[in-house]
């Protein structure tokens, strides 16, 4: 058993609560699912998208305004619990419009897999 706070558990790994890289024996680890409570200030956006994803994920809004990019279409999370859910192999990014705390799930956890920041300028755009 583990009790925690989202906030401060979230501050020591990036966000994340529960998934792979929890260490085995900590009722947090898990193979089949990840979840991450971010915290993002107002303007802070993805530095590269998101390609060849191999997880479902849903993400909903707590508090704030929060776009989602997707090939084609961006969602606006305006009021709380609007949520967006996509599947894998589908590119995404994603900007704070306010001050906003979302919540992430996805699933499966996959061992090894890590978004490398952008590197070089007009790698944050929208794949074609």
Do not use: C, N
Request: hydrophobic residues 40%; aromatic residues 8%.
């Amino acid at each position: 058993m583990y009790v925690g706070r989202a906030a401060r558990d979230a501050a020591l790994d990036r966000g994340w609560l529960l998934g792979h890289f929890k260490e085995p024996g900590d009722p947090r680890h898990s193979q089949d699912v990840e979840i991450k409570w971010g915290v993002h200030p107002r303007g802070e956006e993805r530095a590269r998208w998101v390609r060849g994803e191999q997880r479902t994920t849903l993400l909903v809004l707590v508090s704030g305004r929060f776009r989602v990019r997707l090939p084609g279409r961006e969602v606006l999370l305006a009021e709380q619990g609007d949520y967006v859910v996509w599947g894998r192999g589908t590119d995404h990014s994603w900007r704070a419009e306010e001050d906003a705390v979302v919540l992430t799930v996805r699933w499966p956890s996959v061992p090894g897999y890590a978004v490398p920041p952008a590197v070089a300028a007009g790698e944050g755009a929208p794949p074609r």
